[in-house]
């Protein structure tokens, strides 16, 4: 049995999503907001973990990406299984998959994928292959032209939800002073005037 653990902001797709994927008779599945996933992940025993990349920029992929609690492991040996991630992305936000690649997603399916293909995808990356729709293709060749880190990446898109440096430090369990380096390194990488600036070209390049 695969066990899924499913990570989406809009209710109505999570729902339907979950429907989905605990319909496949070798799947089981837990859904929850993204505020909930940190602790989710934590808590289930998971094989794969599925997120929406809309929520991804407020998310410790690492956490999500990262071995599960207890390992499937009959024989009692403490072997540890990873928890593999497979984002659900955009074409055109080459940022949010570039933040995943750089945490160690595994899979990629496109959110105009036809259902099958999110189902196919759960079952490669629970094997410990990758996937990767064929129609993020190009995504994951722009992914690479991205000049922002995955950390960067996560500061930003806190920034351009309206967070000052206390919140966005606060969240991400930085100093102050570390979230004003990246903040600068952002703006020089992007060749912004100031943060505004900065939030305004990553947004029109598909960054965030």
Not at 76 to 90: H, K
Not at 178 to 189: F, L
């Amino acid at each position: 049995m695969i066990r899924v653990l499913l990570v989406h902001d809009v209710r109505i797709l999570r729902c339907g999503l979950a429907a989905l994927v605990g319909s496949e008779p070798d799947m089981e599945i837990e859904a929850v907001p993204g505020k909930e996933a940190t602790r989710s992940a934590r808590a289930l025993r998971a094989d794969v973990c599925v997120a929406d990349a809309d929520v991804t920029g407020r998310l410790p992929l690492h956490e999500l990406a990262g071995p599960a609690r207890t390992p499937h492991d009959p024989l009692g040996s403490g072997r540890q299984v990873p928890r593999r991630l497979l984002v659900l992305v955009s074409q055109h936000c080459p940022g949010a998959l570039r933040r995943a690649l750089d945490a160690g997603a595994r899979g990629f399916v496109c959110k105009d994928a036809l259902p099958e293909q999110l189902v196919a995808g759960i079952r490669r990356v629970a094997a410990g292959e990758r996937f990767v729709d064929n129609a993020l293709a190009g995504t994951v060749l722009r992914a690479s032209e991205v000049p922002l880190s995955a950390r960067e990446l996560t500061v930003l898109s806190a920034a351009a939800e309206g967070a000052g440096i206390t919140e966005i430090a606060r969240r991400l369990g930085l100093s102050a002073g570390t979230v004003r380096n990246y903040m600068s390194a952002i703006t020089r990488k992007t060749g912004a005037r100031n943060r505004v600036d900065a939030i305004r070209i990553s947004q029109g390049a598909g960054w965030l």
